[in-house]
């Protein structure tokens, strides 16, 4: 790439594996708008944005076309990608219009995949080893024939691009001098606009209470790759850095809208507490009521990461959180300054939770459980 720095990101240039997101933060941070070029060896790829968003994506590599990116998930069969093409060609038609006029394919089928497969012309930038890019300016020729576009906000594009990358070599790579690391932005807008999973927020909170990679590294309940990717990608968001210079204390807020406006301890853990009864709920009708046992034996087994109030913590037969106990623990404490704390470890504790669901019950349950507590309360 050009350049690490905001200031003096460069338009063009070359750029290797794991540089992508850098780029894409970086046409993020300038608000570009334009097209973004790559090349390497024989194929070009290209995506079109409009104010922060991902309008449309295009690829002139064989693999990335529409007919076999759908051979490839086994939406049709051989015989059908055949029957289309030569369709397409004779009749000088796209490949899903010729499945629609040969009749095996239906609109709403077409509407469906064409945007699935232009997301993942996306996701493809993150894959290319090296090459050049450049960013230029959209000319009205670059989608004018186009009837199905995005709706990709670039920052969430990042986030899940990094959450498919798999090159270990170039994660691990990019902390070989890394000592430490500081928590450098605490913008809530940029926070909340990320969404992240709450094991994502796990291993943030640990850089606001660590600064030494190995400590980071030894208390994350994630893998050490895993827990690697995710720095990585605060370092490309510059929520994170390896300067100390750069480092601040203010305490990581949370990605819930609402944790802004509590106005009482009571307040925060009422909230807290109706993500908790979901959880138990779903994990009570899979495995009956051995669940609250299960729930509170993760919770003790974080107890050295919470603060002192939580020692005493019990769970209610519907697995909220005993908000008498906890309150009363809580009597003495200061509410504008120990908030930031009681969130930071209600959030711990929702994120252990969580995992226990995905444990015992597996990732579908963990994803079914996500979707239903991010709309509680906001």
Known sequence: MGSDSNSNFHREGEFNEGDMFSILYHIYNHDISGVLVVQSNDF???????????????????????????????????????????????NK??????????GYFTYDQVWTWVPNHLQSI??????????????????????????????????????EGMRQFKSRIVVEKRFEAIEELYICNTNTH????????PYEIH?????????KLEAILARSELLEFDT??????????????????????????????????????????????????????????????????????????IKDNLPSYFQKIQLNPDGTINE????????????????GDLLRALEEVLYTEIYTVKKHLGVEYEQQVLKWIRGIGN
């Open 122 to 159: 996306v996701f493809s930038f993150f894959k290319v080893k090296s090459g050049t890019y450049r960013i230029m300016e959209e000319h009205q020729e670059d989608i004018e024939t186009e009837n199905i576009l995005l709706d990709m906000d670039i920052l969430a594009v990042i986030v």
């Open 324 to 339: 008498e106990l906890l309150l009363k623990a809580l009597w003495y404490h200061d509410f504008d300054q120990h908030i």
């Open 228 to 301: 690697l990717r995710l720095l990585y990608l605060f370092l490309v968001l510059e929520i994170v850095s390896s300067q100390k210079n750069a480092g601040i204390k203010p305490s990581v807020p949370s990605t819930i809208p609402r944790l802004s406006t509590f106005n009482s301890f009571e307040e925060a853990l009422k909230y807290y507490n109706m993500k908790y009864e979901v959880i138990y709920k779903v994990m009570l009708k899979e495995i009956g009521p051995i669940s609250l046992s299960l729930l509170l034996k993760a919770i003790e087994d």
């Open 190 to 197: 940029l926070l909340q606009r990320l969404d992240l999973k």
């Open 44 to 90: 070009e790829k290209k995506m079109v944005i409009r104010d922060r968003k991902i309008v449309f994506a295009a690829s002139n590599r064989k693999l990335d076309s529409f007919g076999d990116y759908l051979l490839g998930n086994n939406l049709i069969t051989k015989d059908i990608y055949r029957a289309a093409g030569q369709y397409m060609s004779e």
């Open 93 to 102: 038609k796209r490949f899903g219009r010729a499945l629609i006029e040969l």
């Open 203 to 211: 291993v943030l909170t640990l850089v606001q209470q660590e600064s």
